[in-house]
Every structure is written in C-alpha cells, then in structure tokens.
T-cell receptor
Framework: DVKVTQSSRYLVKRTGEKVFLECVQDMDHENMFWYRQDPGLGLRLIYFSYDVKMKEKGDIPEGYSVSREKKERFSLILESASTNQTSMYLC????????FGPGTRLLVL | GEDVEQSLFLSVREGDSSVINCTYTDSSSTYLYWYKQEPGAGLQLLTY?????DMKQDQRLTVLLNKKDKHLSLRIADTQTGDSAIYFC???????????FGTGTRLKVLA
C-alpha cells in the first residue's frame, strides 16, 4: 500500500510566522504535489515536483515556496503566513493515479 | 481554461441510489476520476474511466461518461450512511501531470 504522511494534522500559527509543512512518501514516486482545499473551491494546485530539486508552479503559488531535497520528501513553505492562508493542505504523490496524505489543517491567527 | 463543475450538496435516504454529476470543459481529457473524502481525511481514489469508455461498473459504483456533452456521473447503488462524504471528480489529459479537480459534492445519507 502507498503511504503518504504529513507532519501535522492540525497547526496554529500567527501572522508573519514562517511555516513548514512536510510530506513524506514511501513508494519512490517521482511526482509529488501540494494542494490547498477550501470550501466551494475544491482542490487548487500550489506547486508540484517531478524530481529531486525540480519544481513547477501550480495555479496559486503566490505566498508559497517548496523544497525537494530528497525523493521521498516534499516540503511546502509559507515564508510569512497570512490569515488568507488558513486552509486544509493536502499532499499527493502520483504513479498511475494520485495518492493523498491525510491533510494538514492550518489556522493562521 | 479548464474547468470542472459539480453541484455542492446532495442528500439521499439510506438504501436509495445516489447520482453525483460532473461536467468538464477540456476536450483533451483522457482520464476521469472519482475520489472520496471522508471527514478529516485526505482523498481516496474510488474509480476512474478512460475517455474511450462509456461506462464502468465496480460493485455498487457505476460511472457513466457522455463525452459529447462532457458529462460524467457516479451512481452509488444502495447508499449507506458510510457513503456520507465529499466526492470529487477530476480530469487529466494524457501526457500531463496536472489534475483538474471539481469543487466537490457533499453527500449526506439520511437514516
């Protein structure tokens, strides 16, 4: 079974803090993705990575950056968290289909 | 641009059939997916269909694709309370990494 884990299920941060969300997969997949999920908007792609140190912007990359130093780990970074980044963040890996982690619910106060 | 639309809510009685609908705009879509998200969890793949198919059945799930109208539906037979969740439809064109997800349909099953 594919396993995708995210470092936190719930996170509370203050405006202006730097936030790291970690995602780890155990299936040696090359492609990894970060989405945010908001009610009525579905899933929106923030960034994806197709190999170590390779990344591409998704539909809403503003205010985010990513890091892929090792194949199994894909990190999402909020350089200076803002209240409009309060959301559910989902990581996924891809082989023949996408496999999702459990999500991190982030609240920015 | 690409867009995938779903109605936001559906409510059915236990034992009835549920039909969740999805429309998409990208005519180059090759793969169409249905995912289920239970409360507090990530998305779980339920089923998928290739664009050269009209129908796919898997136990209680039936997927129908009308490629001409760009309409996809998911039918759940004998709906149970455990089927209460958000259902997402998604499309992907061949040769691309990018999935386009719909807004999700929240299915509520009434006992």
């Amino acid at each position: 079974d594919v396993k995708v884990t995210q470092s936190s299920r719930y996170l509370v941060k203050r405006t202006g803090e730097k936030v790291f969300l970690e995602c780890v997969q155990d299936m040696d997949h090359e492609n990894m993705f970060w989405y945010r999920q908001d009610p009525g908007l579905g899933l929106r792609l923030i960034y994806f990575s197709y190999d170590v140190k390779m990344k591409e912007k998704g539909d809403i990359p503003e205010g985010y950056s990513v890091s892929r130093e090792k194949k199994e780990r894909f990190s999402l970074i909020l350089e200076s968290a803002s209240t409009n980044q309060t959301s559910m963040y989902l990581c996924a890996t891809q082989a023949e289909t996408q496999y999702f982690g459990p999500g991190t619910r982030l609240l920015v106060l | 641009g690409e867009d995938v639309e779903q109605s936001l809510f559906l409510s059915v009685r236990e034992g009835d059939s549920s039909v969740i609908n999805c429309t998409y705009t990208d005519s180059s879509s090759t793969y169409l997916y249905w995912y289920k998200q239970e409360p507090g969890a990530g998305l779980q793949l339920l089923t998928y269909i290739f664009s050269n198919m009209d129908m796919k059945q898997d136990q209680r799930l039936t997927v129908l694709l009308n490629k001409k109208d760009k309409h996809l539906s998911l039918r759940i037979a004998d709906t149970q309370t455990g089927d209460s969740a958000i259902y997402f439809c998604a499309e992907r064109a061949s040769g691309t990494y990018k999935y386009i997800f719909g807004t999700g349909t929240r299915l509520k099953v009434l006992a």
